[in-house]
């Protein structure tokens, strides 16, 4: 990540981003691929493996490499001219006009303005073709801001994927909880109920008792008062 200070030294001087995942390689401007260093850590870790990825000149060569397969033209941008500047250039040659003026004039080299005076026809050819203004590190660079756009979106649906699993998780667990309160409140009602039907059970049970002893009890009498009569 991006800090104010050397993450190895801690001087606020000089401070380089180092890219952890060369952008050759496939690495994004993004700060998790980022690290603070000082100027002498930086390179000290460039230093580190001169032969290995974060050689210079193999990342160069990678570039290059990248850049032809996607069609940029490699180098400096050819000079293209209009059918009016080749005109002016052929007489300004014919007038004895020095080729370093002339490439003063219409902002090339000289070697370009050798070119068109040995092969004008070549060059009236190429004046009507329009040259792609984008180069290949401007694609790049919009690669890159296309690259760090998406890795924005795709952090903030995490973000919302975790804050609606947070949600869901303090939801599965409130019912939970309510689950478990009315487990408890079932329990308890139950418990009364059994109790409530084992004491009315008792008192019927005792009714029940009391009733048959009264009745074994006139029973008994009864009897004895038969008996009683035929004694006599």
């Not at 004008?120 to 040259?131: A, I, M």
């Not at 059994?194 to 009733?211: C, F, G, M, R, V």
Request: net charge positive; proline share 2%.
């Amino acid at each position: 990540m991006k800090l104010d200070f050397c993450c190895i030294c801690g001087t606020k001087e000089n401070l380089h981003h180092h890219h952890i995942t060369p952008r050759h390689c496939g690495g994004s401007d993004d700060e998790t691929n980022l690290i603070t260093l000082c100027g002498t850590h930086h390179a000290w870790i460039h230093g580190l493996r001169p032969t290995a990825w974060n050689n210079h000149s193999n990342a160069v060569k990678e570039s290059l490499k990248e850049a032809k397969k996607l069609g940029f033209s490699v180098g400096r941008k050819p000079k293209l001219f209009t059918k009016e500047e080749i005109d002016n250039l052929l007489e300004m040659r014919k007038k004895g006009v020095g080729v370093k003026r002339c490439a003063a004039k219409f902002k090339c080299g000289v070697g370009t303005i050798y070119n068109v005076i040995n092969d004008p026809e070549h060059y009236y050819k190429l004046s009507g073709v329009t040259q792609s203004d984008k180069t290949y590190k401007e694609y790049k660079k919009e690669l890159q801001i296309v690259e760090r756009e998406q890795q924005k979106k795709l952090n903030t649906a995490k973000k919302h994927l975790e804050k609606e699993k947070q949600i869901k998780e303090e939801l599965i667990k409130k019912s939970i909880e309510r689950l478990d309160n009315r487990t408890d409140e079932l329990d308890s009602w139950f418990e009364n109920r059994k109790k409530t039907l084992l004491t009315q059970a008792n008192n019927k049970i005792e009714s029940y008792i009391e009733e048959e002893k009264e009745r074994v009890s006139q029973k008994l009498d009864k009897k004895v008062k038969n008996f009683s009569h035929v004694a006599e």
